[in-house]
């Protein structure tokens, strides 16, 4: 998985489209190859995006789960420790 999109279920406050808009631009940029497509891919890209996008939030609108809610500072402080742990900061 792109390092760079971050799990989006099972949060409090839920994942805003802003949230889902950078996860699909992450994964579109991923297979793409690229992080800005050339004019001419352009159009291709921005659609990909769209669709990737609206894919997600429909994922997101219809899982289910009994957990708990995650809270984003606490997930946040842990991701932040786990970093630290690896990188030795």
Known sequence: ???NIRV???????ATSDEVQAA???YVRKVG?????????QAAFDKAVA???AATQELLDALVTAAPPK????????????????YGR
Do not use: I, W, Y
């Open 1 to 3: 998985m792109c390092r």
């Open 24 to 26: 699909a631009l992450q």
């Open 33 to 41: 190859g690229s992080t800005k497509p050339s004019a001419v891919n």
């Open 71 to 86: 809270d984003r500072e606490v997930e946040a402080a842990k991701a932040k420790a786990r970093s630290a742990e690896r």
């Open 51 to 53: 669709a990737v996008a």
């Open 8 to 14: 989006l279920h099972n949060f409090e406050p839920p």
